[in-house]
């Protein structure tokens, strides 16, 4: 078993940031990948990015690529998101969940948080 515990999300206005964590426990974190996806009122989950077991290879949706940042302490068994240049789209409750391999697939996903709420005014 694995517990994900999400945290960092809040209201910022367009343009700001924010850092995402989410805390691993249960089993030992570095053995498997992780991802980020998020889910908006009405629509379907999806893909944000993900990191791999040793954080050498990252994966981002189009959307984010070049405004978001995954990153990984295996020591303090914590994943991250930096999310910068906020806009009014990113809204969504976002959840970290686990993966055997780097995917954009949320099927590919076994554990998963129970989210963190993400609100971006204009």
């Known amino acids: 078993q694995v517990q994900l515990v999400e945290s960092g999300g809040g209201l910022v206005q367009a343009g700001g940031s924010l850092r995402l964590s989410c805390a691993a426990s249960?089993?030992?974190?570095?053995?498997?990948?992780m991802g980020w996806f998020r889910q908006a009122p009405g629509k379907e989950r999806d893909f944000v990015a993900a990191?791999?077991?040793?954080?050498?290879?990252?994966a981002y949706a189009d959307s984010v690529k070049g405004r978001f940042t995954i990153s990984r302490d295996n020591a303090k068994n914590t994943v991250y998101l930096q999310m910068n240049s906020l806009k009014p789209e990113d809204t969504a409750v976002y959840y970290c969940?686990?993966?055997?391999?780097?995917?954009?697939?949320?099927?590919?996903?076994?554990?998963w948080g129970q989210g963190t709420q993400v609100t971006v005014s204009s």
């Open positions: 969940a686990t993966s055997r391999v780097v995917a954009r697939n949320p099927n590919t996903y076994d554990y």
């Open positions: 990191i791999s077991r040793s954080g050498s290879t990252t």
């Open positions: 249960g089993r030992t974190f570095s053995t498997y990948s």
